[in-house]
């Protein structure tokens, strides 16, 4: 419970403290924009997982393409995920996300700043608009990443893959990287307070979109994914 509390009041602490750094990320443009935004991020939430004591082995990190934006397809155990992959894929990228974490502030200018999509499932015209606009992110060099099961398993099986959720890869033709990750759920979700735990980060092979029909897209990801994690 101690290290939850902490761990809680560092992360309002540390918010603050980013703030020096936003006019310089307001006044760079697009990939310049991305990469320090990136580097920001990446420094923060390795913060927040070294207080958290968690330890994350990342494999396959040279099936990331090197000069192409990309979208990633994780699985989503809990909310540590975030800065899992913020800070352990050293790649520019934002997320889709729900719209009302744009309701907390200080993260969420970083958010529109690094491009991410805030969608509102209530609310089917704003969703296909945001959607179309984070296209054109990726199209402007922005990788993306996707949690296509919308919600968290929380340790347990995972849920079926949304077809919807692959229309940004679709739409912009930019590769999908399928992400495997196991064990994020100890870290909180299990217990209900943050404990230290070790989490497996698995990035495999790279797909061209354009070589399947979006069905089988999804089919073949959540199975490579389901594989790792769940061993089926």
């Not at 509390?5 to 307001?26: D, H, M, N, Q, R």
């Not at 924009?33 to 939430?45: D, E, G, L, M, T």
């Not at 913020?86 to 719209?99: C, E, H, N, R, V």
């Not at 070790?198 to 990035?203: A, E, H």
Request: with cysteine; hydrophobic share 45%; glycine share 6%.
């Amino acid at each position: 419970m101690i290290r939850t509390v902490i761990w809680f009041i560092y992360f309002g602490l540390v918010l603050p403290c980013t703030l020096p750094f936003l006019p310089s990320a307001k006044r760079r443009t697009h990939l310049a924009r991305y990469a320090f935004v990136q580097r920001v991020a990446s420094a923060w939430a390795n913060s927040l997982l070294r207080l958290a004591g968690v330890r994350v082995n990342v494999t396959g990190r040279e099936h990331i393409p090197a000069n192409e934006p990309v979208v990633f397809i994780s699985n989503h155990q809990g909310n540590f995920d975030v800065p899992i992959l913020l800070g352990t894929i050293d790649k520019p990228k934002a997320f889709i996300s729900k719209i009302e974490v744009n309701k907390i502030p200080i993260v969420n200018v970083w958010m529109n700043l690094m491009g991410c999509v805030m969608i509102d499932r209530k609310d089917r015209r704003q969703s296909l608009k945001a959607i179309r606009s984070g296209v054109e992110t990726i199209k402007d060099g922005q990788s993306m990443i996707i949690f296509p099961e919308g919600t968290r398993s929380k340790g347990g099986p995972m849920a079926e893959f949304k077809a919807g959720s692959f229309t940004l890869a679709t739409s912009s033709g930019a590769r999908v990287v399928p992400v495997a990750i196991s064990g994020s759920y100890r870290v909180m979700e299990e217990t209900g307070k943050i404990r230290p735990a070790t989490v497996d980060v698995t990035i495999l092979p790279s797909i061209d979109p354009s070589t399947m029909t979006q069905k089988e897209l999804v089919q073949t990801v959540e199975q490579q994914i389901k594989q790792i994690v769940e061993g089926v």
